[in-house]
């Protein structure tokens, strides 16, 4: 756990037992400083997270202030288990088949098929991405070779964007050798390429609860059956639930998405990546990490990866450019570990090639446009959207709403009273023209069925603003 987040935890807690009470200043940057020994830039860090919780709020030229008893009794909860799975559904997990990408397909339908607001959407604001200055590179590429040659597409990539790639990771502490990174297209495909290495055709699967539905789609397309595995909306995956998953019954391979998780948004604590790695090498079970929103963190450091902890090369790492630069060139990779030889194999086997005018298009922005600078504003973007879109749920959501603390990308997770089924919901929704992700799309089980994931990449409006207000009236009625 890093500083700010101790200090914030440590006054959240403060704020639970009453010690500053509902409108009570708390101590100042520089006093906070003084008395928990830390620095200026720690203290406004454990206070911005503290402000994003929900907790306290900032008045000008005045200080931060703990919020009304109503806010701080809804933020209190914001780390509960509940979040991830009810109480009422404490099972033993059991293996299914998995079948939810009829549902995911009719969703995502819907959202393309209507002009509503856009709350539901999987993808992030493309209006974010600095799509015409690639398209340029792609076409001067294109100009100055009127054909290419196919080896130049095969696997593993182009060579300068498997370059590019590399640098950035051993920039941000993560030893890469540019010789595991193999190309492919957008995480998707890398991740289903990395399953299809390491399990065949009905071996079980342990995935997070919820987990991103992309994950039980390579699944269900694969003919094997997964095991969801109850998952904590601030400190990931429930090790030891999955250590007793693995003593009962015999594990292919953990689907996982340790950074910025899809859809409770949290960041998993580097101790428990570490114990997350260390208990599947001990099973020598393969390790499948989805890190798609590696770049879009809220903090001042990019966070670690399972691979920063994988001595043995059980962890197949995938990624891509699609949630942070371009989602329509749809440039993933692979870094699998010791499964590298298969996962290339397979990728010419079921791809053949990836074209090559985008990689090289990616890879020369990488290399001569402020990649950085770019990915700060979207950042800061996302991060203050985030904020804004809580408080408005807050605002506008009837008492017994919860909410996750997304720690980075751009989709919230809210759990709604149990009255209200999500499905409804999102039909109710839609004749108003609002979309809405529904919870049970992110489970085989019907855990999540009064769960719903926001989007708040799009440009915060007044029709957002309406369209939440709206949903809030909706989910009021039905409960």
């Known amino acids: 756990m890093k500083l700010y987040e101790k200090l914030a935890d440590e006054m959240t807690e403060a704020v639970r037992r009453g010690v500053f009470a509902a409108g009570e200043r708390i101590p100042s940057v520089r006093q906070a400083s003084q008395q928990h020994g830390v620095s200026i830039k720690t203290v406004l860090h454990a206070y911005a997270l503290l402000e994003s919780r929900g907790i306290v709020e900032t008045r000008p030229q005045s200080g931060y202030f703990v919020r009304d008893a109503a806010a701080v009794a809804t933020a209190a909860a914001l780390d509960a288990p509940r979040l991830s799975r009810p109480p009422a559904t404490q099972t033993p997990p059991v293996a299914a088949e998995v079948d939810v990408s009829r549902l995911v397909l009719s969703t995502l339908r819907s959202i393309r098929a209507h002009d509503a607001v856009p709350l539901g959407s999987p993808y992030p604001d493309p209006s974010l991405f600095p799509w015409r200055r690639i398209n340029q590179y792609a076409n001067a590429i294109a100009r100055r070779h009127a054909s290419w040659n196919l080896i130049d597409d095969l696997p593993p990539g182009n060579p300068e964007l498997i370059r590019q790639i590399a640098r950035r990771y051993a920039e941000n502490g993560v030893p890469v050798d540019p010789d595991e990174i193999i190309i492919t297209l957008g995480a998707t495909e890398a991740i289903n390429l990395s399953l299809q290495a390491v399990a065949k055709p009905g071996d079980t699967v342990a995935v997070e609860s919820p987990t991103y539905y992309a994950m039980l789609h390579a699944i269900e ?42 859809p409770l948004g949290f960041q998993m604590p580097d101790a428990r990546k570490q114990q997350l790695v260390e208990l599947l090498a001990a099973h020598e079970i393969p390790a499948i990490e989805n890190d798609v929103y590696q770049e879009l963190y809220f903090g001042e450091t990019r966070p670690s990866t399972l691979k920063n902890f994988d001595t043995r ?51 020369d922005y990488l290399r001569q446009d402020g990649y950085d600078r770019h990915l700060r504003h979207v950042r800061k973007v996302y991060r203050q959207q985030a904020s804004i879109m809580m408080a408005m749920v807050r605002r506008f959501f009837p008492a017994g709403t919860r909410m996750s603390t997304p720690q980075g990308g751009y989709v ?9 089924d999500s499905m409804r919901l999102y039909q109710a929704a839609l004749a108003c023209s609002i979309t809405i992700g529904p919870g049970m799309m992110f489970s085989m089980r019907n855990d999540f069925r009064h769960f719903i994931r926001l989007n708040y990449s799009y440009p915060w409006t007044a029709q957002t603003e309406a369209a939440l207000k709206t949903l809030g009236e909706l989910v009021s009625q039905m409960a």
């Open 412 to 420: 919230l997770w809210v759990e709604l009273p149990e009255q209200v």
């Open 221 to 262: 397309r694969l003919g094997m059956r997964a095991i969801e595995v109850a998952t904590h909306p601030v400190h990931g995956i429930d090790i030891e639930a999955l250590a007793e998953v693995i003593a009962r019954q015999k594990i292919a391979a953990c689907m996982v998405m340790p950074n910025f998780q899809n």
């Open 313 to 363: 090369g059980l962890v197949l790492h995938c990624a891509s450019f699609s949630k942070s630069l371009t989602a329509s060139y749809r440039i993933g990779w692979a870094m699998p570990g010791r499964y590298r030889a298969q996962v290339e194999k397979l990728k010419f086997l079921n791809t053949l090639t990836t074209p090559s005018v985008p990689q090289v298009a990616v890879a």
